[in-house]
């Protein structure tokens, strides 16, 4: 947001700032219009002395965009490698299923039995409607022929249907305004004049003794998007929808490269992967799922004091 302009040394003032980096991480101490050249009085190093409503950290939102937290863990925050102002990129994984569009409930629907009464004469038919076993035993199917047999057979589902996932890269380039929790007033002040962790246990050194600093794990990001995108976040949050962010480098502000969304059909064709044939023989014993291998390192031996 910082620019630049060309001025005659005759018009130079003491208190202008020439370089960037000078202004890079002061606070204003009132609004300040477009255009304006910045001097040293118009800055201060300390937020609380800036004379703006609201908090310091409003005041760091562009105009037009909103802020929304997020929750990340290690391996969604890319191993905690994301700071303060670093760009991000943000994927999202979801489940997705056929449903009645009626019901919607999950396919297939349980079926019923019709009966009747039977015709009288000037008399409409009386018909009842009972489920003959309920639950699994009544999943509606499907009719197929047997190509040996030439017979119609009535084949249904032997398990619930399976989620089929996405993974697509929906947002990009996104600035992080913060990570972790937001210091409350007076918080870290108090904390500094009581040395009380953020675990809320009080330190007391002995003499001689250096105190480790405690390290909190962030649990959650703020992000600086627009208002559309901050109402897809929080859909995507209260559908407990899968979301990552992946750095970015500051230097690289392309955003017009377009991302193919991942499924199982692209995995497959896109890396030449191939479906196994089925084959008449088979490894012993059998494996139904993938496992990875322990290490001798990797085992924690647990003995008793």
């Given at each position: ?5 060309t ?13 960037k980096?000078d202004?890079?991480g002061?606070?204003?101490k ?12 118009m ?6 002395n ?5 908090s310091?950290w ?7 965009m ?9 391996l969604s ?7 303060d102002g ?6 999202v ?6 449903v009645?569009s ?8 349980y079926?019923a039995?019709?009966t ?23 999943t509606q ?7 040996a ?6 084949l249904v589902?032997?398990e619930?249907?399976?989620?089929r ?35 809320g ?9 250096q105190v ?5 794990r962030?649990?959650?990001?703020t ?10 976040l ?8 899968s ?5 970015r ?16 059909q692209?995995l497959l ?34 003995t008793p004091?």
């Amino acid at each position: 947001m910082l620019g630049s302009m060309t001025l005659p040394e005759t018009q130079m003032v003491v208190d202008l700032f020439t370089s960037k980096a000078d202004v890079v991480g002061q606070y204003a101490k009132y609004p300040l219009t477009q255009g304006i050249l910045i001097t040293s009085a118009m800055v201060t190093p300390v937020a609380g002395n800036v004379n703006l409503g609201g908090s310091t950290w409003a005041a760091m939102i562009p105009q037009g965009m909103t802020a929304i937290a997020i929750p990340i863990t290690r391996l969604s925050s890319a191993a905690y490698a994301i700071r303060d102002g670093d760009f991000v990129d943000i994927l999202v994984s979801l489940l997705l299923v056929d449903v009645d569009s009626s019901y919607q409930s999950i396919l297939p629907n349980y079926t019923a039995i019709v009966t009747g009464s039977g015709y009288l004469p000037e008399q409409l038919p009386v018909l009842t409607a009972a489920i003959i076993s309920g639950g699994q035993g009544s999943t509606q199917g499907r009719t197929e022929l047997d190509a040996a047999l030439n017979e119609p057979l009535y084949l249904v589902p032997s398990e619930s249907q399976r989620p089929r996932m996405v993974t697509q890269m929906i947002l990009k380039n996104v600035q992080v305004l913060h990570v972790g929790a937001f210091p409350l007033p007076g918080e870290a002040t108090a904390q500094a004049a009581t040395g009380q962790s953020d675990t809320g246990a009080t330190e007391t050194p002995q003499p001689g003794q250096q105190v480790a600093a405690t390290v909190v794990r962030p649990d959650m990001v703020t992000l600086m998007v627009t208002p559309q995108d901050a109402v897809t976040l929080k859909y995507l949050l209260d559908i407990n929808a899968s979301i990552t962010l992946t750095l970015r480098n500051p230097n690289d502000q392309e955003t017009n490269a377009e991302t193919e969304a991942a499924t199982l059909q692209y995995l497959l064709s896109q890396y030449n992967i191939p479906v196994p044939a089925k084959l008449p023989y088979a490894v012993e014993p059998r494996t139904d799922t993938i496992t990875p291998p322990e290490l001798p390192n990797d085992i924690i031996v647990v003995t008793p004091k």
